[in-house]
């Protein structure tokens, strides 16, 4: 009966390790794939953090070119704009494009 239990033994000391090893390499291996997953979304968030800076950018643009806004702030040299094209925001008056009652 002694020879039984000290097989026995034997084999729970030679499993467990084993076991913990590939529970070990499992969570290894998830780990591996949550890092690669978390870089490529950081990657993707960069990518829309820049795409967004630079809508930005442009519809900032776009109205200081439209109401000629001084005190705006221009990312990109534009020329002087023709004030026959652009109207201030102070100027517009839309009564002015309305039709009139007869």
Known sequence: MATNSSIINAVKVWIFPGVISLLAGSIWYDLKEVKADVKQLMILTNINQTKITDLERRVNNLETTIYMKPNA??????????????????????????????
Do not use: A, W
């Open 73 to 102: 702030q221009r990312t990109v040299l534009l020329g002087p704009m023709p004030s026959r094209y652009f109207i201030k925001e102070e100027e517009l008056d839309i009564n002015k494009y309305l039709r009139k009652k007869v």
